[in-house]
């Protein structure tokens, strides 16, 4: 990051500007849980990106981006090998369109992108002054609310557990995602009865083992496809699923695109 997160926090919410631009290029980066006066606009290049907001726990795969509402607390995480962040802060009106209340993660279609990538040498406020910059943000805010009439967005996210015990489980579970493993297995594992455990899942992230085991799937298999080194049925076999049709039957269910689909957009991406 180019400058302290809290002088930059203190910039973008000044209320004379309507546009302010902070781009990362790090290895990992982690924030505090923090908010802002205006929206935000989050594109990641390579890698996953966590996002938490609300008790909830978002997947920013590649190709992808986030719009995160304003004044909605927030923190960003990710351990990616390398990763791009592209943050374009946003002032928002009363008029604008109900888009910019809702945060969500969607599709980056080709010109989205493209608009995106050609401010990377740009950092700080863009003003009425430098009129060629100042429009174009604009122009990507004026089209922003079209991507959700034309692409569904991803549905990646889900509650975040905060019981020690289940933070602990889902370490585990995330290391281990090629086993197999059961309910009453992880319970005698971690010198749990299966009847706490599976009230713990209900209670705190108000899914079941089953459901919260295939989110962390999915989720690895998007990180493993963005990154470029395993074919689809490797892929399969490390998170976990012995039939490849089975890992894209489950792949779109959770996330709306087939695999394969995913695959070919990162291809596209990257010809």
Same mark, same amino acid.
């Given at each position: 990051?180019?400058?302290?997160?809290?002088?930059?926090?203190?910039?973008?919410?000044? &209320? =004379?500007? &309507?546009?302010? %631009?902070? !781009?990362?290029?790090?290895?990992?980066?982690?924030?505090?849980?923090?908010?802002?006066? *205006?929206?935000?606009?989050?594109?990641?290049?390579?890698?996953? %990106?966590?996002?938490?907001?609300?008790?909830? !726990?978002?997947?920013?795969?590649?190709?992808?981006?986030?719009?995160?509402?304003?004044?909605? #607390? !927030?923190?960003?995480?990710?351990?990616?090998?390398? @990763?791009?962040?592209?943050?374009?802060?946003?002032?928002?009106?009363?008029? &604008?369109?109900?888009?910019?209340?809702?945060?969500?993660?969607?599709?980056?279609?080709?010109?989205?992108?493209?608009?995106?990538?050609?401010?990377?040498?740009?950092? =700080?406020?863009?003003?009425?002054?430098?009129?060629?910059?100042?429009?174009?943000?604009?122009?990507?805010? /004026?089209?922003? #609310?079209?991507?959700?009439?034309?692409?569904?967005?991803?549905?990646?996210? !889900?509650?975040?557990?905060? &019981?020690?015990?289940?933070?602990?489980?889902?370490?585990?579970?995330?290391?281990?995602?090629?086993?197999?493993?059961?309910? /009453?297995?992880?319970?005698?594992?971690?010198?749990?009865?299966?009847?706490?455990?599976?009230?713990?899942? *209900?209670? $705190?992230?108000?899914?079941?083992? @089953?459901?919260?085991?295939?989110?962390?799937?999915?989720?690895?298999? +998007?990180?493993?496809?963005? /990154?470029?080194?395993?074919?689809?049925?490797?892929?399969?076999?490390? %998170? =976990?699923?012995?039939?490849?049709?089975? +890992?894209?039957?489950?792949?779109?269910? @959770?996330? =709306?695109?087939?695999?394969?689909?995913?695959?070919?957009?990162?291809?596209?991406? $990257?010809?």
């Amino acid at each position: 990051m180019r400058a302290d997160i809290k002088e930059i926090l203190k910039e973008l919410d000044s &209320d =004379g500007i &309507d546009f302010y %631009v902070n !781009h990362m290029q790090l290895a990992a980066v982690e924030t505090a849980m923090h908010s802002h006066h *205006k929206g935000q606009l989050l594109y990641a290049e390579g890698g996953i %990106v966590h996002i938490f907001i609300q008790e909830k !726990h978002w997947y920013l795969p590649a190709r992808c981006f986030m719009w995160i509402p304003a004044e909605v #607390p !927030h923190s960003i995480l990710t351990y990616s090998k390398k @990763v791009e962040l592209y943050n374009i802060y946003f002032k928002i009106m009363k008029e &604008d369109s109900s888009f910019f209340s809702r945060p969500n993660i969607y599709f980056a279609n080709d010109l989205l992108r493209e608009m995106i990538l050609y401010t990377k040498s740009w950092f =700080g406020r863009i003003e009425k002054s430098d009129p060629a910059k100042y429009y174009f943000l604009r122009a990507i805010k /004026e089209n922003l #609310p079209q991507i959700e009439s034309t692409r569904l967005p991803i549905l990646m996210q !889900h509650p975040f557990p905060k &019981d020690p015990k289940l933070l602990e489980i889902a370490r585990f579970l995330n290391s281990n995602l090629e086993s197999n493993f059961t309910i /009453e297995e992880v319970a005698q594992r971690f010198g749990l009865s299966t009847r706490t455990l599976s009230r713990k899942f *209900k209670e $705190n992230l108000g899914m079941n083992y @089953v459901r919260f085991l295939r989110s962390l799937r999915i989720t690895k298999a +998007f990180e493993l496809i963005s /990154e470029r080194q395993h074919n689809m049925y490797e892929i399969t076999l490390m %998170v =976990g699923y012995s039939s490849l049709s089975a +890992f894209s039957n489950i792949f779109f269910k @959770v996330a =709306g695109i087939r695999p394969t689909e995913y695959a070919k957009l990162l291809d596209k991406k $990257n010809s």
